[in-house]
């Protein structure tokens, strides 16, 4: 072989290591520029993630696949929504709220007609509304308590009885807070995100100055004393049910012993789902995310535990089956399609994944006003099918594993064991929305008080959410729910006061009707995930 030929195979082969390297980079460019665009619709697009309605058609598929059979299930009618922009369909002033009536007349001195001269009278009145707030006030209730004895007995015996009134026991021993204002500072900080701090500079305003380390003390002691029986109880009530929802997310306790101040602790979530009567919501701090901490709260629980894809969830006993999340698919072929230059996002495969979840979603929608045994009817009739063929469009395509499409890809191949298993009864849900609605007020929360200080106080917090989301729930007042729970307790057993933790429970005859929302006669669709308001 001469040299000239050694040095053509040689440019060659630099050519041809010049066009990997090329194409390799090519493949890099393209992987930022989508990181790019897709961190900038996070920090400036809109949150929502709704698709456009046309995308449904995408397949061209007959109308009459979107439709139950009179004669198979029932014919429901889903008919678009669109959110209009009036204030009068939002805005309610309560029925029941106190009146306060100011009537405006003339003096008797102007009531002469201006014609003729004579007494005017009234022929009717106009009426205008108006809701007044009366900001929050502060006052002390001073407990007197008559001890009684008797002036013969002193007179003429050695004993002399003393008799003292009865007198409700306070919430906390030797402390001057009241039930209302343990209540006003927990619904403030769980339920308004308003830290302690802030709500001291609020009572300042007033002149009382109450520190946040005796707010912090108030609440932990209430909860430890009367709040922790009726979680155990809600707890117990919990795993009952055969149908459940948890996830989880991080938080920071600055004091938690063997670990530094910026690690990571997690406050985990159990809930019942739709198919119960009256819903419980429960939150659990744990230091850290491993899988023995659902299985040990989970530990009297049999039957379908709805999840994300975290992996720690499918380690649990075989008696709990873990069903997966359409909603997190749905996500990430969404974040597929808007890492995309926007000319491409519409025929794009990520947008075709999106319309397949759409229409798993719109086939739910009609099967939503079902009994579950037709639920699961229509379910094997129209969304096996509709998964089966998903399943055989993502096999067949060819996507590279690191691009945001290859990633949406990948989970949903990953996850179709427990996707799929939603069909197995009318009683679970397509997604894992419902856990992630309830613990998003802890997420709103944790952005206003940023931390915990201790693992007392993070215990304290799940405690509080936990009756606080559980009321919002069941149509419950958490103000009033807890101030009942605060008065009550003390005294538990007492004539005239509850028996025992479980009567505090979502459902119970005891709980008195001012603890009550009063309901409002407006109602609207439930939304999805990425349905958020504008």
């Known amino acids: 072989m001469n040299r000239q030929e050694i040095s053509v195979e040689k440019l060659l082969n630099i050519i041809e290591e010049k066009e990997r390297r090329i194409a390799e980079l090519e493949q890099q460019v393209q992987w930022f520029m989508e990181q790019i665009r897709l961190s900038k619709h996070k920090q400036f697009g809109v949150s929502s993630e709704q698709t456009k309605i046309e995308q449904i ?36 002033l309560p029925e029941d709220l106190p009146v306060e009536v100011i009537e405006h007349k003339l003096p008797e001195k102007e009531c002469i007609c201006p014609e003729c001269g004579s007494e005017l009278h009234t022929m009717g009145k106009e009426t205008r509304d108006e809701l007044k707030i009366i900001p929050a006030k502060a006052v002390i209730v001073r407990h007197i308590r008559h001890v009684y004895s008797c002036r013969n007995c002193e007179k003429t015996s050695d004993h002399t009885p003393i008799v003292k009134a009865d007198i409700p026991e306070p919430v906390i021993k030797g402390s001057f807070a009241s039930p209302e204002t343990i209540a006003h500072i927990a619904t403030q900080k769980f339920m308004m995100g308003s830290p302690l701090y802030r709500q001291g500079q609020e009572w300042k305003q007033n002149g009382i100055e109450i520190s946040r380390q005796t707010m912090s003390n108030w609440l932990i002691k209430a909860c430890e ?5 009726i979680y155990e109880e809600m707890k117990k009530r919990l795993c009952e049910h055969e149908v459940l929802h948890a996830d989880e997310t991080v938080m920071q306790v600055l004091k938690e012993p063997g670990k530094a101040a910026q690690s990571k602790s997690y406050m985990w979530l159990y809930r019942t789902s739709g198919e119960a009567k009256h819903q419980i919501i429960l939150y659990d701090y744990q230091p ?17 535990l709805h999840a994300d894809g975290y992996s720690g969830y499918y380690k649990l006993p075989e008696k ?12 990430k072929f969404f974040e597929a399609m808007e890492a995309l230059p926007k000319e491409k996002q519409a025929t794009s495969n990520a947008a075709k994944g999106v319309t397949y979840c759409d229409k798993l979603f719109h086939l739910e929608k009609q099967f939503a006003l079902l009994c579950p045994e037709n639920r699961l009817e229509g379910r094997k009739k129209q969304s096996k099918p509709l998964i089966d063929e998903f399943y055989d469009w993502i096999k067949k395509l060819n996507v590279l594993p690191k691009t945001h499409l290859g990633k949406a890809v990948q989970y949903a191949q990953s996850q179709r064991k427990y996707l799929e298993r939603y069909i197995l009864d009318g009683r679970l849900e397509i997604s894992n929305n419902r856990a992630e609605r309830s613990i998003k007020p802890f997420v709103i929360g944790r952005k206003n008080w940023l931390f915990s200080n201790t693992p007392g106080g993070a215990r304290a917090s799940a405690v509080y959410y936990s009756l606080i989301e559980t009321a919002k729930e069941n149509g419950l007042n958490p103000f009033e729910y807890l101030s009942w729970i605060f008065s009550q307790a003390p005294n538990l057993g007492k004539p005239g006061y509850v028996s025992t933790f479980a009567d505090f429970l979502p459902g119970s005859r005891k709980i008195p009707a001012k603890v009550f929302i009063p309901q409002s006669k407006r109602t609207e669709p439930e939304k999805y995930a990425w349905e958020e308001d504008e």
């Open 57 to 92: 058609n995408l397949f061209n598929e007959e109308e009459e696949t979107h439709n139950l059979a009179i004669s198979e299930l029932q014919k429901i009618e889903v008919k678009a929504y669109y959110r209009k922009r009036t204030r009068l369909t939002t805005d309610k």
């Open 225 to 229: 004393n009367w709040l922790e029986p």
């Open 288 to 304: 850290d995310r491993k899988h023995i901490h659902p299985e040990e709260f989970l530990k009297g629980f049999s039957g379908y």
């Open 320 to 331: 709990i089956t873990v069903i997966g999340c359409w909603a997190h698919v749905r996500r």
